[in-house]
């Protein structure tokens, strides 16, 4: 399971061992460690930074659990589906995610349907909620790619960038795509080094959260513009990556995830632009911040969702009658005396 990754421009060589540590006998791989890792640095900066939205810390954890199990789900169906040729012949493949197949787009669809609904539920606010976790995506997204790295995969198509990089499995696949008569793999040389695409992606997301951490938390204008800016900036970078790679989800000719991505660009942009030009105009009476209500300010105070003490009921006992005095016995009436004829 050992495989050598080098960087000839920078002069590095790396072997990569895809199973972290075993338990038992059961083998605990570095893909769905890492992917664990950002799961758990996102959860915490969602938690540490959700009464500052007017979100309840303890019920976010319910949001949060649902839609990372709905982002699985999701994410390893439409690996399957858009690759579907790799599983049809056994399925017992699709459980086996432990080396990786998950696919960002299905994960993020899942996981805010899921999160949107338990939220529901939970009377938590949506939007800010989508808020925080437009940033945990970004925590997640930027470490598990890594995860990638580590499988020797995602990669890209050749390069003569200082960053460009190769190994056995690399050559190897290049090879074999080659050899298939895919007419976009002619131009490749399996030999020359690849654009690290993985790095590319997980650059940009990590820069993106800092730009959200740093800076946008504190000055956004209304719920969700955070969330509208992780779906304008992961679609911009994406867009690009993906037409690098060369293990892209098809669609016939369409790569999938980069025509989602020009789509999530598009869209989140003009929202941007419309809301932003929107809220100039009409001030803060056009959709406030949550937080600035009395209703968020008593969430962000833990106060919101305490329940009344139970009104004390009272049993009246029925007033006691007094009782009536007792009539006074009548005295027997005396016998009339018969009349007696004389």
Avoid at 67 to 94: H, M, N, P
Wanted: hydrophobic residues 45%.
């Amino acid at each position: 399971m050992v495989t050598t990754v080098s960087f000839p421009g920078l002069g590095l060589e790396f072997e990569l061992n895809r199973v972290a540590f075993s338990i038992g006998g059961f083998n605990v791989y570095w893909y769905g460690l890492l992917i664990g890792i950002g799961f758990m640095l996102a959860g915490t900066y969602a938690l540490l930074n959700a009464r500052k939205v007017g979100v309840d810390s303890d019920r976010l954890i319910d949001v949060v659990m649902v839609g990372l199990v709905c982002g699985v789900i999701g994410a390893r169906l439409y690996y399957v589906i858009f690759d579907w040729e790799t599983f049809q012949g056994d399925l017992s493949k699709i459980f086996d995610i432990r080396q990786g197949g998950l696919a960002i787009y299905g994960g993020i669809l899942a996981g805010m349907a899921g999160g949107i609904i338990m939220a529901k539920i939970r009377k938590v606010r949506v939007r800010p909620a989508m808020d925080l976790a437009a940033a945990g995506f970004l925590i997640g997204q930027g470490i598990g790619r890594w995860g990638n790295f580590v499988n020797v995969e995602a990669f890209g198509s050749n390069t003569n960038s200082i960053l460009g990089m190769t190994g056995s499995k690399v050559v190897g696949y290049l090879t074999q795509v080659k050899n298939s008569g895919a007419a976009w793999a002619q131009s490749i040389d399996p030999h020359m080094p690849v654009h690290p695409t993985f790095l590319y992606e997980s650059v940009w997301c990590l820069t993106g959260f800092l730009i959200i951490a740093l800076w946008l938390m504190r000055r956004r204008k209304y719920d969700g513009q955070v969330f509208l800016f992780y779906t304008a900036w992961y679609g911009l970078g994406r867009f690009f990556i993906e037409g690098l790679r060369t293990d892209s989800l098809m669609w016939g000719p369409v790569r999938v995830s980069q025509a989602l991505a020009l789509v999530a660009f598009v869209t989140a942009t003009a929202l941007l632009i419309w809301l932003g030009q929107k809220k100039k105009k009409l001030g803060e009476d056009f959709l406030p911040l949550y937080i600035n209500t009395p209703e968020g300010q008593a969430v962000a105070a833990g106060t919101f969702y305490q329940q009344a003490p139970a009104p004390e009921i009272h049993t009246e006992q029925p007033a006691e009658q007094p009782e009536k005095p007792s009539e006074p016995e009548q005295p027997a009436a005396a016998p009339e005396e018969e009349n007696r004829a004389e």
